[in-house]
T-cell receptor, first 115, second 110 residues
Framework: DGGITQSPKYLFRKEGQNVTLSCEQNLNHDAMYWYRQDPGQGLRLIYYSQIVNDFQKGDIAEGYSVSREKKESFPLTVTSAQKNPTAFYLC??????????????FGPGTRLTVL | GQNIDQPTEMTATEGAIVQINCTYQTSGFNGLFWYQQHAGEAPTFLSYNVLDGLEEKGRFSSFLSRSKGYSYLLLKELQMKDSASYLCAVGSTGGFKTIFGAGTRLFVKA
């Protein structure tokens, strides 16, 4: 079965610690995305990558970092510089056919709580 | 600026019809999406409109008016499992960014 996996589903960390969220897809999609979702707000784009070894900042990239060494994988690191990291994090992928009009396929999400 | 507006919450009765509206103001337009998201789960794709008019897909239909910056999602024969958030999203031109609205939480009651 093709899809996107994120692990873990729930993650707890102490303030000041860096944490890496995993995202893997086997849909053979070129583009991958990281979003943050907070209650009452829309999905906000953190980073996206159109191709391996290349990625771009989204609207709220400060305090986050990513890498794209493999087509299938796009891990997100939440650093201690992120002021308010507790949130629901969603990873998505899409084929690169129409650009922003390509349908995005989402992973199940990781709920990060910083204590 | 870029803005997508949709109602925060709606309640409807099982078996009824509900219309969820979305208005948008974005710098460039390259299609409008509707996604469904159950609580604590991933959004799933429902529909995509790039031209004006109505797209029907089973119990769900989506309408777009580009001149008015307006779309709606119509859900017919509501079922309890339709209780979820419905996200309106606009694809921007010249890039890979999709702008998401905050979502409309739909409660379906018996």
């Amino acid at each position: 079965d093709g899809g996107i996996t994120q692990s873990p589903k729930y993650l707890f960390r102490k303030e000041g610690q860096n944490v890496t969220l995993s995202c893997e897809q086997n849909l053979n999609h070129d583009a991958m995305y990281w979003y943050r979702q907070d209650p009452g707000q829309g999905l906000r784009l953190i980073y996206y990558s159109q191709i391996v070894n290349d990625f771009q900042k989204g609207d709220i990239a400060e305090g986050y970092s990513v890498s794209r060494e493999k087509k299938e994988s796009f891990p997100l690191t939440v650093t201690s510089a992120q002021k308010n990291p507790t949130a629901f994090y969603l990873c998505a992928s899409s084929p690169v056919e129409r650009g922003s009009t390509d349908t995005q396929y989402f992973g199940p999400g990781t709920r990060l709580t910083v204590l | 600026g870029q803005n997508i507006d949709q109602p925060t919450e709606m309640t409807a009765t099982e078996g009824a019809i509900v219309q969820i509206n979305c208005t948008y103001q974005t710098s460039g337009f390259n299609g409008l999406f509707w996604y469904q998201q159950h609580a604590g789960e991933a959004p799933t794709f429902l529909s995509y409109n790039v031209l004006d008019g109505l797209e029907e897909k089973g119990r769900f239909s989506s309408f777009l008016s580009r001149s008015k910056g307006y779309s709606y999602l119509l859900l017919k024969e509501l079922q309890m499992k339709d209780s979820a958030s419905y996200l309106c999203a606009v694809g921007s031109t010249g890039g890979f960014k999709t702008i998401f609205g905050a979502g409309t939480r739909l409660f379906v009651k018996a």
